[in-house]
């Protein structure tokens, strides 16, 4: 009975000290990693199964930074050739995630990348951005990929506050809209938070912040994410575009004050950049969107930190 006690103590330690590790290489859940780890996104996930107002996703575009953009929708294994040849150029790159172009649990591409990236590179952390409408049903899916941190975007926890920034979700083979798809949409982003914090996993909350809407409800989201165990909560300034073009995004002092109302329930993520659907690199640093000379300049440059840091 002892030994079984024991045995039981020590997964658990082992299952901390790996949570810790993943925080600690992951520059979007640790600011102290931004500069230090990098990411890559792989856009392999066009298909998307909610509207949102300000969303606008376009597939080749490379003079703009910002979700829902990506110069080239790649295959699987289009996705798993360009992972190891960035990975062996700049080996402090630590994450590899899907988030986007659309939402990635409505692409079964994703799961098939995943998996070919755990294969080659099992020792990464993958992650995976969703709007969180598919997540209960495709919990199972996403836990034999072995993905260990997650972002869901969470707007709103009220559906009359919902219904005005989607216009529609597709679920289960129909269309809704209104204050009912927006039901659907949270009762489906609740439940799927709750089994993938019970799972283990480090769960981030993105909520994207449009005054007169939601502003004053961000702090209600961040009580009940903190109900279900989220590590951390990133509040994301509006975007203007779609429907949402003529809006003024919130200044950062907006954002800045909501943030400060919300951080006695969860951590904050303050250093966000909004990436791009095929990003990779430190965050603020988008190799994708740099020169092969400046590329270059850059992992020289690391490679200094990093040595001076072994040596140290």
């Known amino acids: 009975m002892e030994t079984e006690k024991s045995n039981v103590c020590e997964i658990e330690i082992s299952r901390d000290d790996e949570i810790k590790r993943v925080i600690a290489q992951h520059p979007c859940y640790s ?3 931004q500069h230090k780890f990098g990411r890559i996104h792989l856009a392999v996930a066009p298909k998307c199964n909610i509207q949102c107002n300000y ?3 376009k597939f080749d575009c490379v003079n703009e930074s910002r979700p829902g953009v990506t110069s080239q929708v790649l ?4 996705a798993l050739e360009k992972t190891i040849q960035v990975l062996k150029e700049y080996p402090y790159i630590k994450v590899v995630g899907v988030a986007g172009p659309g ?4 692409n079964d591409e994703t799961f098939e990348t995943l998996a070919l990236i755990k294969q080659e590179f099992p020792d990464v952390t993958l992650c995976l951005s969703t709007n969180g409408l598919a997540l209960p049903q495709r919990m199972p899916d996403l836990l034999k990929t072995g993905v260990t941190t997650l972002t ?3 707007n709103a926890i009220d559906p009359e506050i919902e219904a005005q920034l989607i216009n529609h979700v597709s679920y289960k083979g129909k269309v809704y809209r209104g204050t009912e798809a927006a039901a659907i949409l949270i009762e489906n982003q609740l439940e799927g938070i709750r089994l993938a914090v019970e799972a283990g996993l480090v769960v981030k909350v993105n909520t994207v912040m449009v005054p007169g809407i939601n502003d004053k409800h961000i702090v209600e989201v961040a009580k009940k ?8 909560m990133n509040v994301m300034p509006l975007i203007c575009q779609a429907k949402f073009a003529d809006m003024e995004p919130p200044s950062p002092a ?4 909501v943030q400060t109302q919300c951080e006695p329930y969860v951590q904050q993520m303050r250093h966000c950049r909004q990436c791009r659907s095929d990003a990779f690199g430190l965050i603020g640093q988008d190799l994708s ?3 092969e000379e400046r590329r270059k300049a850059i992992k020289l440059e690391m490679k200094k930190k990093s040595d001076s840091s072994d040596e140290t």
Do not use: H, W, Y
Not at 75 to 78: D, F, K, L, R, S
Not at 254 to 257: G, I, P, V
């Open 31 to 33: 600011k102290e990693a």
């Open 55 to 57: 969303c606008d996703r």
């Open 75 to 78: 295959t699987p294994q289009e």
């Open 103 to 106: 939402d990635p649990l409505a």
């Open 152 to 154: 869901v975007t969470m």
């Open 225 to 232: 994410i903190n109900e279900l165990g989220v590590f951390i």
């Open 254 to 257: 907006e954002r800045n004050a």
């Open 289 to 291: 969107q740099m020169s």
